[in-house]
């Protein structure tokens, strides 16, 4: 480990050094992020998963910028060109467009206008002109550089400019005060192009824009690089750029009086406009992009997380409808453990449908609802979903039944329904109808039925594709795992989808425990340890998060680690508990009762370990989940017409964007809370107020009845 790299990530992170140390150690043992989160809290000081991954990316960030470092030091110094003070100038940079703007000068270039003058052996001359001479002329400068492929004065003048003007780009220093100078002064431009195609006006407020540089949103800059990729929007940069010929004037131009002069301010705006302008223009984009992209996932990652800890609805038969037109909506029925029951299909929004086929689909929907005894209908969100939204709402009040809709989002259901795994669980069923099943399921158990989606099809992201794929990927990874590492894994129901979130299990391991389970009901921990393939180290990093509910050992469904049984066990015997005993409400008092510091001592063990030890023989097996609001359910549908200004109404948090956040109401479209809407005070991020799954109480702003558009707003004005 480098004690360099490491006491710079402390400092960033603002934490202790020793924090670093040991977590880096960890990842060296093989233990993974939720497994150091949640069991090693004692030697971390309980640092969280965000936090211990932060480690683990900057220390690689500032490995790799140490060896790009260390490859340049040694490049120059090949060339015999390295001197002490560069040396330290590199080693003292935090960035890596530092070092390479320090390595440009000795890089090896490609043919260069400069590179072709230096050849014709124009370097010396150019040493004169910068010596600004005050005697002489460009004749008699140039004289001893006239042959057949240098003819005139102004061939050997212009010739050694460019070798000047590379000089000028090439110098550390020039670029970074002018790369400062654009971030602080510069306005991202975005145009619309001459003849471009924009028929839905997607990016009209970018056809005449113009925003600061440093203060430009990150959504706008995604935004404006979706609209050029698009081939809708020319953008640029744009700055004063005599403010900048001023600023190398003064500094390169050491002798106003020498008459050289306009020759080297020609050659410093050629430096601008030819190599540094279009170069810097495209770091500070690309940092643009970069800054962006890391916001997005990120908003992403928080949406991902808040969607799938949304409370599941346990213990009902679901009715999955998946709304269609043409191709009629598609029923599933699954019982209260998601188990396939029946499907069908019925086409009651086809054109010019009379009123027999709309009471036989009715009809048919009845039945279903009786036969199963349906508790709540699952309605997607997508194409006819308020069609069956008021479908379902005459039904169930014109056959009074006893029965609830809610509206679920389908993003993703198609993709799923296609997929490998979907065949592999319902090879009978037709594409459409397991699409049915996954709407079903959704409600039942958000998480295990998401898992099986790839999370950018998941639709609580923001230009999702346009972001750098393998960071959100990454990303996206994390948040699952984070996830479902924080829930729990019923080890005997679940799917290979999900335990491939599991700590510390890979393809290979999740077969050998599959296989295993399909033959065996696993009735305690200690079973897993023993399938074959199972090493000590993978069972030590997956084991806590793996449960086994009906087993013979009580503290397997918990989350207790193996390890701290016997901590967990001499617990017990101090407070002369049964572990039989774990549900009653004497059990839970003396716990409760307990000082955990003096316990600490008792048990030789540490307060973070014995407090989550507490934690789990109180609440053995809940959910954290349960502990959210449950999702809205409905008996009756609500109409834009029935909206004013003012009303108050209930709604669910579907989307979280940089500028807002969208809330189902119950209209076809979602309503808007722009962020302004959010608060009385001044709010930064959304997220800071509202996550994807709240339920909340918001306030129609504004209605507009052509376009079919709420917003919203969460204070009354």
């Known amino acids: 480990m480098n004690e360099l790299v490491i006491n710079e990530l402390a400092k960033e992170l603002g934490i202790k050094v ?12 093989g233990a993974t992020i939720p497994f150091i989160a949640r069991y090693r809290k004692e030697a971390t000081g309980a640092l969280d998963e965000n936090q211990i991954k932060s480690i683990n990316d900057l220390y690689s960030y500032y490995n790799n910028l140490l060896e790009r470092k260390e490859a340049v030091i040694r490049l120059i110094d090949e060339k015999g060109l390295l001197t002490d003070e560069l040396k ?47 005697k002489g002329s460009f004749e008699e400068l140039s004289k001893n550089y006239l042959n057949e492929s240098v003819k005139t004065t102004e061939d050997a003048i212009a010739n050694a400019s460019y070798i000047i003007a590379e000089w000028i780009s090439d110098n550390a220093y020039y670029r970074k ?18 003849d471009a195609q924009d028929e839905k006006k997607t990016y009209e407020m970018y056809y005449d824009f113009n925003e600061s540089v440093k203060y430009i949103k990150h959504y706008r800059v995604l935004a404006i690089n979706r609209g050029e990729k698009e081939k809708i929007l020319t953008v640029n940069i744009d700055f004063n750029e005599e403010e900048v010929y001023a600023y190398l004037n003064k500094k390169i131009i050491k002798d106003s009086t020498s008459f050289v002069v306009k020759v080297v301010e020609d050659a410093i705006k050629d ?15 690309s940092e643009l992009t970069e800054k962006a992209d890391k916001l997005a996932i990120e908003t992403f990652g928080v949406n991902l997380e808040h969607l ?38 019925i086409k009651p929004f086809l054109k010019n449908a009379s009123e027999a ?24 969100n997508g194409t006819a979903s308020r069609e069956s939204e008021s479908f379902c709402a005459e039904l169930i009040k014109e056959y009074n039944l006893n029965c609830k809709y809610v509206i679920t989002s389908e993003a993703g259901a198609s993709i799923y329904s296609a997929s490998k795994l979907a065949i592999e669980e319902f090879p009978d069923l037709e594409v459409e109808k397991r699409s049915a099943v996954s709407i079903a399921r959704r409600i039942q158990d958000p998480l295990s039925e998401l898992v099986k989606i790839d999370p950018k099809s998941i ?36 799917s290979k989808s999900i335990l491939k979130y599991v700590s510390g299990l890979t393809k290979t391991t999740i077969d050998k425990i599959y296989n295993y389970k399909e033959k065996n009901k696993i009735i305690d921990r200690d079973e897993i340890k023993n399938i074959k393939g199972i090493s000590d180290k993978v069972y030590e990093q997956c084991i806590g998060f793996l449960r086994v509910m009906d087993g013979t050992n009580a503290f397997d469904k918990t989350g207790i680690h193996p390890e701290s049984y016997p901590i967990a066990a001499n617990l017990l015997n101090l407070l002369d508990l049964d572990i039989k005993d774990i549900n009653t409400d004497e059990f839970k008092t003396k716990l409760q009762e307990i000082d955990i510091k003096n316990y600490v001592q008792k048990l030789n ?9 507490v934690k789990e023989l109180l609440t053995p097996g809940l959910d954290p989940r349960d502990e959210l609001e449950a999702p809205i359910l409905k008996s009756d549908i609500l109409h834009i017409e029935d909206l004013n200004v003012g009303m108050e109404l209930e709604g669910t948090v579907r989307n979280v964007a940089s500028f807002g956040a969208f809330v189902d109401i119950g209209l076809h479209d979602d309503g808007l809370v722009h962020i302004s809407k959010m608060s009385k005070q001044f709010v930064k991020n959304p997220n800071d107020i509202l996550n994807v799954g709240d339920i909340i109480k918001c306030y129609v702003d504004k209605v507009d009845l052509v376009k079919g558009k709420v917003n919203l707003s969460l204070f009354k004005d």
Do not use: H, W
């Not at 960071?471 to 984070?482: A, I, R």
């Open 271 to 285: 430096s601008c406009k030819r190599l540094i302008f279009p170069s810097i223009e495209r770091e500070i984009r």
């Open 605 to 613: 063990t540490d307060e973070y370990t014995l407090s989550d030890i």
């Open 177 to 194: 005060e002018i790369r400062n100078f654009i971030y602080k002064n510069g306005s991202v431009v975005s145009k619309i192009k001459k």
């Open 18 to 29: 020793s924090q670093v140390k040991t977590v880096l150690e960890l990842f060296e043992e």
């Open 459 to 494: 639709g609580v992201g923001e230009y999702q594709y346009d972001v750098n794929q393998k960071e959100l990927n990454e990303n996206l990874d994390f948040t699952v795992s984070k996830v479902v590492n924080e829930v729990g894994v019923n080890v005997n129901t679940a």
């Open 308 to 345: 799938l800890l949304t409370r599941p609805i346990k213990g009902m038969v679901v009715l999955g409808f998946d709304p269609g037109y043409v191709n009629g909506c598609k029923l599933a029925v699954v019982d209260k453990n998601g188990c396939y029951l029946d499907s069908c299909v």
């Open 88 to 134: 330290n100038q590199i080693l003292a940079c935090t960035k890596l467009t530092e070092v390479e703007d320090l390595y440009r000068p000795y890089k090896d270039k490609k043919k260069t206008k400069a590179s072709e003058a230096i050849k014709l052996g124009l370097e010396p001359l150019a040493k004169m002109i910068m010596a600004f001479p005050k």
């Open 357 to 380: 086929a709309l009471v036989g689909s009715k009809i048919i929907v009845k039945n279903l609802i009786e036969k199963y005894n349906v508790d709540i209908i699952s309605i997607g």
